[in-house]
T-cell receptor, first 114, second 114 residues
Framework: GENVEQHPSTLSVQEGDSAVIKCTYS??????FPWYKQELGKRPQLIID?????GEKKDQRIAVTLNKTAKHFSLHITETQPEDSAVYFC?????????????FGQGTELSVKP | DAMVIQNPRYQVTQFGKPVTLSCSQT?????MYWYQQKSSQAPKLLFH???????NEADTPDNFQSRRPNTSFCFLDIRSPGLGDAAMYLC?????????????FGNGTRLTVT
């Protein structure tokens, strides 16, 4: 089955700097890669996702890149703000008829210092 | 505007005393999931329903059961809670399984076992 590795486990940046979180996946059939943000005591919320037919996707200060050959994808946050502080989870899944359940990475605790 | 609603937010039960957590959705999604999340860890999938079809993860203990009486509701039953079952339990829904169906999480139920 799918296995997703996420690094780093913790990340501390100064406000205004960029933050990058990286994930690798094992199943070459995976074709959907969402990122979730979870603030303390709250539910995970989808912030951006990418499908395997696209190499990069951007939404304001957030971007995700995907390298299918290397089986890794990354989350990039530019101009970080204190409210970006949270735990971020990457995930991967395939199609349902290929066992396409969402498998999460271990999470990255991002701390943005004012 | 909550679309996936979990009750209660906090649940305390005694060691060995059965407990039921509930989830309802207004999205009319086909799939409902139960995840277990322990502190600083990724959500771990316990099982999911695709419509009425129940799908158990291989490593989900027999102590955990689920019911989905209709499209809108899904229940998690823990038959004999142990101290190790203390966690946040997240319900999620998706229209389908796979690349075009992001997960929508509820706010979770935090279970304490005394």
């Amino acid at each position: 089955g799918e296995n997703v590795e996420q690094h780093p486990s913790t990340l501390s940046v100064q406000e205004g700097d960029s933050a990058v979180i990286k994930c690798t996946y094992s199943d070459s059939a995976s074709n959907y890669f969402p990122w979730y943000k979870q603030e303390l005591g709250k539910r995970p919320q989808l912030i951006i996702d990418i499908r395997s037919n696209v190499g990069e996707k951007k939404d304001q200060r957030i971007a995700v890149t995907l390298n299918k050959t290397a089986k890794h994808f990354s989350l990039h946050i530019t101009e970080t703000q204190p409210e970006d502080s949270a735990v971020y989870f990457c995930a991967a899944s395939g199609e349902w008829n290929q066992g396409g359940k969402l498998i999460f990475g271990q999470g990255t605790e991002l701390s943005v210092k004012p | 505007d909550a679309m996936v609603i979990q009750n209660p937010r906090y649940q305390v039960t005694q060691f060995g005393k059965p407990v039921t957590l509930s989830c309802s959705q207004t999205l009319n999604h086909n799939v409902m999931y139960w995840y277990q999340q322990k502190s600083s860890q990724a959500p771990k999938l316990l099982f999911h329903y695709y419509d009425k079809d129940f799908n158990n993860e291989a490593d989900t203990p027999d102590n955990f059961q689920s019911r989905r009486p209709n499209t809108s509701f899904c229940f998690l039953d823990i038959r004999s809670p142990g101290l190790g079952d203390a966690a946040m339990y997240l319900c999620a829904t998706s229209r389908d399984i796979g690349a075009n169906s992001p997960l929508h999480f509820g706010n979770g139920t935090r279970l304490t076992v005394t």
